[in-house]
């Protein structure tokens, strides 16, 4: 009968190929847990200055700015996601799946969202008029 062979290199091809193994049996559980990469920053630079309106309804968040700061929030919902939108007249935001009523500074005001909107940084650019919204 004869004995088989191991050499070193067929040891460590088995190492490695042990190592993806582990690593794509340990990915479900991974993901499971929660764990994700943080995105990525998005940056979104308005050339326009809101002295008239005061916003700017963008296709995810909408910018306000009253004259001394200058700040954005999320369309998106914070019941089930749906797209927010903003009443000039009353000033607040309502979300048109359950109507949740968010004040302008992204409060609660009405559910069944519980959270309040998120809200990005906003830096307001003093030579052009225009802002950056980091999403
Ligand atoms: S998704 Fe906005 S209130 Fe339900």
């Given at each position: 009968m004869k004995a088989c062979k191991t050499t070193p290199h067929s040891q460590s091809k088995?190492?490695?190929?042990?190592f993806c193994a582990g690593l794509t049996a340990l990915y479900?559980?991974?993901?499971f847990l929660g764990f994700s990469i943080p995105r990525k920053p998005r940056i979104i630079e308005l050339?326009?200055?809101l002295t008239t309106t005061g916003f700017h309804i963008g296709p995810d968040?909408?910018?306000?700015?009253n004259g001394k700061d200058?700040?954005?929030?999320?369309?998106k919902c914070t019941h089930l996601g749906c797209t927010i939108?903003?009443?000039?007249?009353k000033g607040i935001l309502e979300c048109p799946c359950h109507q949740s009523r968010f004040a302008t500074d992204g409060k609660v005001?009405?559910?069944p969202a519980k959270k309040r909107l998120a809200r990005?940084?906003?830096?307001k650019l003093k030579d052009d008029g225009g802002y950056i919204v980091t999403i």
């Open positions: 088995r190492k490695f190929l042990l479900p559980i991974i993901r050339s326009k200055t968040y909408i910018l306000f700015d200058a700040w954005a929030l999320s369309r939108n903003y009443h000039e007249k005001l009405h559910g990005y940084n906003v830096e």
